[in-house]
């Protein structure tokens, strides 16, 4: 009885695990397909890529997964294959280092250039803003000032008689 109910309890232990390591593996096939573009000229990832290309290569990758073999050798069966052209980003060596870096470098680059650049427009305003004002300031004679006095209450006078103020 005892070892029936062992039978019993490792079969359906079995069966419970089934979906979860076939599942397990499916995780594994998407993993491996987000890391490499389809070989069929639409610059899709295989993960998305609806053709027969894509499904070669998907047939391919769980074929050697099944057989074992991990996410780091499938790639680089598909690097030997086709080239890095097959990797959706490129490795983080040699001259590929400059698409990871390059970026940001110019990002940094054109930000400080356009802070210097900014900086010299605003001193170069305000010592033009300093000359100009220096230059515009004319002193004003009192009797001047009396004279348009005069003249503006004139011409309130006139616009309040003509009834347009």
């Known amino acids: 009885m005892k070892t029936r109910l062992f039978v019993i309890t490792t079969l359906l232990l079995l069966a419970a695990l089934l979906p979860a390591t076939a599942a397990y593996a499916a995780a594994d096939t998407k993993d491996v397909e987000k890391e490499l573009m389809c070989q069929c000229g639409c610059t899709m990832v295989v993960d998305v890529c609806d053709c027969g290309t894509a ?50 470098a110019a990002v940094l680059a054109g930000g400080t250039g356009l802070f210097f650049l900014l900086r010299a427009w605003s001193r170069k305003g305000k010592r033009e803003d300093e000359e100009t004002s220096d230059e515009m300031t004319v002193p004003v004679v009192a009797s001047e000032t009396n004279a348009y006095r005069s003249q503006l209450e004139t011409e309130l006078r006139r616009f309040r008689e003509e009834g347009t103020l």
Do not use: H
Not at 76 to 95: I, N, R, S
């Open 55 to 104: 499904d070669q290569m998907r047939e391919k990758i769980a074929g050697m997964l099944s057989d074992g073999q991990d996410k780091g050798s499938i790639v680089a069966y598909f690097v030997d294959q086709y080239g890095e052209k097959v990797l959706a980003t490129p490795t983080k060596q040699g001259f590929n280092l400059v698409a990871w870096i390059g970026p940001f």
